[in-house]
């Protein structure tokens, strides 16, 4: 956008990252600085200058408000020795709109409703103020925290709301730029707000693993999916905006969990194929449901969007199924969604089902890569020996170790060994390792 008669908007200039450095209402001038990454640093207004130091904001270098989990605290006066001042608690709902702010300004251990609660505010779905009630505001006005958690633009009557890339109009529910991911989104436009479901999403920033779906379906296996995948990565994981994303440090490096004598937990591979996959432009949405042959599959629908397909009954069977001498998680959860990421375009492999899928004692280039997961993971997840599994009197066998493939291949009839001894059996089942459904 370069203008917009409704606010008296008569020039916009941008700069290489497509964010706004001046926008000029009736004359006046809203001037932005960033640093190289897009992260906002100033704001001038007139005389106004706003300061974005992380967590501390300042107005004419005078200290306004810090943030921390629960809330900010506020100065009580420009700090020259010790800091004084209120901590303010803030309540979002389930979107990140910050609906109360209070604090408990004589220490009392109780909040006295008429004195305390700085602020209030309630929003219409695409981010709208309630008027006409609970407006009255105690001390300075913080809008720096708002809707969505994001910082409300009044100056000038701009009155817009500044996510990062993106300044956002909740009297018209519209972006005033083109999505930066615009081609993940061809059904929904360009400038559209929480692809017009405000009530049950918050905007996303690009991740690109949709589970919202599987959300809907199964949300017991999808939990499991995500404690699976985070034991297996050493990533911790939560959902946004019914997308998976994983936590980063202040620098938006990946958080990697320790073990007790601080070694990474999981795998480093399978570490770059996720966040590889979650830092992806493209979009993949997971789904359950019954799947006649395997326990996953991925496909590309005709309009281009690509889709991962997990059956959990068939996996738990793979899990129930696992030998003695194998752990059996080894084609578990998540072993077997990441099986399939690899599959598709956000995956490192990208390549689809070759030979290797039916010939007994093929592997190909996705299972190469699942076995140095495995191999990174300890012994115990065995090496799999064959993308395709061997059929005997009803049941499917996958090999696990080259002993289960020789034995396999040269008694095609492995459910009869099975039906041995059972310390035979128990042998058989450390040494030959497989999985069987």
Not at 3 to 10: R, S, V
Not at 268 to 274: I, K, P, Q, Y
Not at 375 to 393: P, T
Not at 401 to 412: A, K, V
Request: glycine share 8%.
């Amino acid at each position: 956008m370069k203008t917009d008669a409704n606010k008296n908007i008569t020039a916009i200039q941008y700069n290489y990252l497509n964010l706004p450095t001046q926008v000029t209402i009736n004359g006046q001038n809203i001037l932005y600085v960033y640093d190289a990454t897009g992260v906002k640093l100033r704001k001038t207004v007139n005389s106004v200058t706003t300061d974005y130091a992380g967590n501390f904001i300042y107005e004419n270098n005078v200290l306004q408000f810090f943030t921390n989990a629960e809330g900010y605290f506020e100065p009580s006066s420009p700090p020259l020795g010790e800091l004084e001042g209120a901590y303010v608690y803030q309540y979002k709902d389930h979107l990140g709109n910050i609906r109360l702010s209070y604090s408990d300004a004589n220490h009392d251990g109780s909040i006295t409703a008429s004195t305390e609660i700085k602020e209030e505010n309630n929003y219409y779905p695409f981010g709208l103020k309630h008027k006409g009630y609970n407006n009255v505001i105690v001390g300075t006005e913080n809008n720096y925290q708002t809707f969505n958690g994001q910082e409300l633009e009044e100056e000038l009557g701009k009155n817009t709301l500044a996510f990062q890339w993106r300044d956002y109009d909740p009297a018209i529910g519209r972006f005033n730029k083109i999505d930066r991911f615009a081609e993940k989104y061809y059904s929904v436009s360009n400038y559209a707000f929480t692809a017009n479901n405000p009530i049950f999403f918050s905007e996303v920033k690009g991740d690109s693993l949709d589970v919202s779906t599987a959300l809907k379906q199964d949300r017991k296996a999808l939990t499991t999916i995500v404690k699976d995948l985070q034991s297996k990565t050493g990533l911790t994981f939560t959902l946004k905006d019914g997308k998976l994303v994983y936590k980063k440090d202040a620098d938006g490096n990946a958080i990697i969990s320790k073990d007790a004598d601080g070694n990474d937990i999981g795998s480093s591979e399978a570490r770059g194929l996720v966040t590889g996959a979650l830092n992806n432009s493209k979009i993949v949405n997971l789904e359950f449901g019954e799947i006649k042959e395997g326990s996953g599959v991925s496909f590309e629908t005709d309009d281009g969007q690509q889709y991962i397909a997990l059956d959990p009954t068939k996996i738990q069977g793979m899990i129930d199924g696992s030998s003695k001498g194998l752990n059996n998680t080894t084609f578990g959860f998540a072993m077997t969604l990441m099986h399939e990421i690899d599959h598709t375009d956000i995956g490192l492999s990208k390549t689809g089902h070759g030979a290797e899928s039916t010939t007994f004692g093929l592997t190909g280039t996705v299972v190469d890569r699942m076995n140095k997961i495995r191999r990174q993971l300890g012994s115990s997840y065995g090496q799999r020996m064959s993308y395709a599994s061997l059929n005997s009197y009803g049941s499917n066998y996958i090999p696990f170790s080259s002993s289960s493939l020789s034995i396999l291949r040269s008694n095609p009839t492995p459910g009869i060994v099975w039906t041995v001894s059972n310390s035979n059996s128990e042998m058989l089942n450390q040494i030959y390792k497989t999985i069987k459904y």
